[in-house]
């Protein structure tokens, strides 16, 4: 597994992701977004001198992406590859070149929870 900066053309992918019923239940705002006000949010976030926005891949797939804000990190797995390690390799891959990071997890998220954990993430629980 490796992973690669984020761009426009992962738009979709990202989009498609996000809008996951599984990611919108596990995420701060559980609601849609829509595809303008997605576009206009990664349109920002590349803008950014440093994005920290990555797509992580598995032989050339795409199999998930993190960013890191700061000393937090934020990630999604594809929902074709859940509950196969990717997590936490996702988050390991972080690890390695970012350090340790805060993950922020609902309680009711067991395999986030398990995969930041596995990781060496700092995990945080929220409700």
Known sequence: MQYRPATLQDARLLFDWRNDGLTR??????????WSEHLAWLTKRLDRLEPHLYI???EGRPIG??????DEV???VAPDVRMRGM???LLKLARADFGVLRAEIFRRNEASIKAATAAGMTVVLID
């Open 65 to 70: 992406t993190f960013r890191v804000d700061h």
């Open 25 to 34: 239940a596990m995420s701060r705002s559980s609601e849609p977004v829509e």
């Open 56 to 58: 992580a891949e598995c």
């Open 74 to 76: 934020s990630y999604t």
């Open 87 to 89: 997590g936490t390799a």
